[in-house]
């Protein structure tokens, strides 16, 4: 009966030691999932062309030669102000007084929430 009694208690301190912090573990990885697909889906639908419909050196009227070595042309589905963004997502100076920039639609919190939102013929199914 002893030995059963210390048996015991060597599986209870093992489950206490490693299974306890493997749960909570398990527990972040999922949480930091799930933030991490919120953040895709608020990225994918902030991804939008220029709110005039054109590139932006289509409408600065960029010469070819200029085009060939801008980034922004490169990248035409992308935002030219987000292109030029630096690594710690600063934006340029040049960037916050262009009209392009200026013009672009602001997403809204309202709008993320609501395309987060399951459709109508999934919540009666």
Known sequence: MEGLNALLAVALGLVLRIGIPMAVTAGVVYLLRCLDQRWQREAAFMTTVAPT???CWEVKGCAEEKRKKCPAAAQPEVPCWQ???SRDGRLRESCLGC???????MPSSRNLITSRLPSNSNRNA
């Open 99 to 105: 009209d392009m920039f200026r013009q672009a639609p």
């Open 53 to 55: 419909g054109k590139p």
């Open 83 to 85: 292109v030029f963004r």
